[in-house]
């Protein structure tokens, strides 16, 4: 009888992304959150710094600190639709890989951040950049790509740290800031001499940085990842 | 884990930290620069090194509990990230004091040694709450043990960024006396200032561990008495 | 007629009526020996003995809070338990807990569903988790008699066509054994008949059911399991000559 199927891991992570796609498209309430704040936090900036333009080193802060905190909503949200449904049990209970569901989650906030960038950036360039947003194009997407990858990887594994746990938005936010301090640190040097008025060279050491950081988060997440998931 | 070699090791490190002073005041010589002063670089600069070396032993006992090492293994976790956490401070403090007395400020955001302790003091700060807020003693011993991989294996990583970011925005001038061109009283000086804090490390490591574990076989031995639940009641130390 | 429901003890002092290890040579469908779980600090179950057949019917009966729901999710493998020995379909648990996977039904109090999705889509999901076709959706959607609803938010269906979705979703892999608690609450007579059908007895099919209608669960049950207050194993064993009234006074 029961034809036993197995079923791997890139086929599982694609289910999991349709599903969670689907159910995004249907609420949409993250993104829009998540845009609402990112912008509220540079009009902050804007009067917190006394900036009317910015450019190079406010730049680059000005446009991460509302990412980041834009960020933590988003990983805070991961595993909601999972908790509301019990999606972890109904996940469990296929002969999907655990590891799975975190490359899947992983995934689908890397989707969400270039999403929010898609708007972000393009807004950032019209209120507060002083330099033309146009010519530096290319070099900030790589470094926001990059940027996206590593904090949606570690946002993932804290997600999945605090699945269990009572109070969950106060544990997320304290975990994912000191973490995101390296990856932080390496898109601020890396973008600092791009959003500068005379826009210098990208120096190609910090991107590097920034995908070491995401490969060893990766591995990590790679090894631990299976263990969050379980019971 | 049992009582025996504890005393030895105790009264190996008591003698070796009371070496590693004397030599520091006595035999080491006096900074031509920073004169008397310099010479918590033989407390501050050992210390930062064991803690960092604990949070990352931390990372590893928190991989084999995961890898079915048992709650033994957590609790070896819990305790080097303890201890480690402690000797973080240490080096905050002392670090401030160094700073203080050597530039007349508390603190400067171009020691990069001193930056990355704040982040990974700041980072381990979140082990307890995190194990506090999970009720179910298998579930919490299973998230603090991804924590500890996942921060131990932040560690180094956030070192090297930091200094990183700090030799690019501010080109070293003041040489550090960790910097390798020491001179040979000063390096064994510091070596066996490193082997003391390092064995009264692992002393006090031991010394918890033991406590640890002793006081829940007698709770559980009480409980067993009492017959009352079997299940430990709600902490976020890990139940051996 | 061969024993398909035993327990494995004979010392257990709380259970009050105990049967012999039935010597069979096949891999039982359940096998527990001194199973011990617990919720937060509170033990749920204690010192529990079991052995179901490969295609067995097992009434689970107990008052509320005796333990039923912890019992289902020890077995499907979403839980694990805190001492004793568990093997469920031949695979060790919690060790082998990853060959478990997939070859288990459950029906919760929970329909395991994501309430804004459609029984299609949640269906869909759950097929592609199993790597199943999308024609074994369909059929199942057919067998359960929801192709007018399929393309509603499981969110905004009654209680009894979430029930049947449910199911639905349970039999999706047609999967060994099926852990039903209270399958039957929230259906009217006809949608009943129609999900009795599609979870009956069949060759290969294991069933453990919790329920709290005594004298249906011992009817279509060959064994019985009764759960008591404070984690206590009243009774494991067969269902044939056991009356309603008998499995009620163990109740306390």
């Known amino acids: 009888m029961s034809a036993q199927t197995t079923i791997s891991g890139p086929r599982a992570v694609l ?12 609420s949409f309430e993250l993104l829009p959150a998540m845009g609402l704040l990112a912008l509220g936090t540079m009009i902050v900036l804007r009067f917190a710094l006394d900036q009317e333009t910015v450019e190079g080193d406010l730049a680059a802060g000005s446009l991460l600190v509302p990412l980041l905190f834009a960020s933590l909503l988003g990983i805070s949200r991961l595993f909601a639709g999972e908790e509301r449904d019990a999606g972890i049990q109904q996940y469990l209970l296929s002969p999907a890989p655990a590891g799975a569901l975190l490359a899947a989650k992983v995934l689908g906030l890397t989707a969400v951040l270039v999403a929010l960038e898609i708007v972000l950036v393009p807004a950032f360039g019209l209120l507060l950049l002083g330099p033309e947003l146009l010519p530096v194009l290319p070099e900030l997407v790589l470094v926001l790509l990059l940027l996206d ?59 590097a940085v920034l995908a070491i950081y995401a490969v060893v988060l990766a591995l990590v997440g790679s ?4 263990y969050l998931v379980e019971d | 884990m049992t009582v025996r070699g504890l005393r030895p090791l105790s009264i190996l490190s008591v003698v070796l930290v009371a070496v590693g002073f004397a030599m520091a005041f006595l035999y080491a010589p006096l900074d031509t620069d920073q004169g008397f002063r310099q010479k918590i670089f033989y407390l501050h600069v050992p210390i930062g090194i064991v803690a960092l070396i604990g949070f990352v032993i931390g990372g590893i006992h928190g991989l084999r509990y995961l ?25 905050l403090i002392t670090g401030a004091i160094w700073g203080k007395t050597a530039w007349g400020a508390w603190w400067r955001w171009d020691e990069p040694f001193l930056v990355s302790f704040l982040i990974v003091f700041l980072l381990y700060c979140t082990y307890q709450p995190l194990r506090l807020s999970i009720d179910d003693p298998r579930r919490q011993a299973r998230a603090a043990s991804v924590f500890a991989v996942v921060a131990g294996a932040f560690v180094p990583i956030n070192f090297a960024v930091v200094r990183m970011a ?34 009264l490390y692992a002393t006090l490591v031991r010394y918890e561990v033991l406590s640890k ?27 051996a | 007629m061969r024993r398909l429901v035993s327990s494995t003890t004979k010392t257990t002092s709380t259970t009050t009526k ?37 295609g067995a019917t097992v009434a689970l009966l107990g008052a509320n809070g005796s333990g039923k729901t912890t019992l289902l999710a020890l077995l499907a493998g979403l839980r694990s338990h805190h001492g004793g020995e568990l093997s469920v379909l031949g695979h060790a648990l919690p060790a082998e807990r990853w060959a478990l996977r997939g070859k288990v039904g459950v029906v919760s109090h929970q329909p395991l569903l994501y309430r804004d999705l459609t029984i299609r889509e949640n269906l869909d999901y759950h097929a592609r988790l199993h790597g199943l076709s999308a024609d074994r959706t369909e059929a199942v959607i057919q067998e359960a008699e929801l192709q007018d609803r399929a393309d509603q938010p499981v969110g905004a269906l009654s209680r009894g066509l979430t029930a049947r979705a449910s199911v639905a979703r349970a039999l999706l892999a047609d999967p060994p054994l099926l852990l039903l608690d209270e399958p039957l609450a929230n259906l009217d007579p006809v949608a009943a008949e129609l999900v009795g059908a599609l979870i009956a007895p069949r060759p290969g099919r294991t069933r453990v059911i919790a329920s709290h209608d005594p004298a249906q669960a011992l009817q279509e049950s060959d064994g019985v399991i009764v759960l008591g207050p404070s984690a206590t194993t009243r009774y494991v064993g067969p269902s044939d000559g056991m009356t309603a009234a008998d499995v009620e006074a163990l109740y306390r």
């Open chain 1, 15 to 26: 289910a999991v992304l349709r599903k969670d796609l689907r159910l995004e498209l249907r």
């Open chain 1, 149 to 207: 990858l590593t904090l949606a990887t570690l946002g993932g594994i804290v997600a999945g740290i605090a699945i269990g746990a009572r109070s969950r938005e106060l544990i997320v936010p304290i975990l994912v800031v000191p973490l995101a301090i390296p990856a932080l640190i390496a898109a601020q040097q890396a973008l600092a001499p791009v959003l500068e008025p005379g826009a210098e060279a990208l120096a190609w050491r910090w991107p």
């Open chain 1, 223 to 226: 090894v631990v990842g299976e």
């Open chain 2, 67 to 91: 890898r079915g090492g048992g709650s033994e293994a957590d609790l070896r976790s819990y305790v080097h990230i303890h201890q480690s956490q402690i000797l973080a401070v240490s080096v």
């Open chain 2, 166 to 199: 700090d030799a690019y925005l501010h080109p070293r001038t003041l040489s550090n006396a960790a910097d390798g061109s020491m001179p040979t009283p000063v390096l064994v000086t510091f070596l066996t200032c490193l082997v003391a804090i390092s064995v």
């Open chain 2, 213 to 239: 574990s002793t006081t829940f076989r007698l709770r559980a031995l009480e409980r067993r008495a009492g017959g009352d639940d079997l299940i430990p009641r709600r902490s976020a130390v890990p139940q």
């Open chain 3, 18 to 54: 105990t049967d012999a290890i039935p010597a069979t040579d096949a891999t039982p469908a359940i096998l527990a020996k001194g199973l011990l779980a617990a919720h937060g600090r509170t033990p749920v179950l204690r010192d529990l003995s079991l052995r179901v057949e490969s």
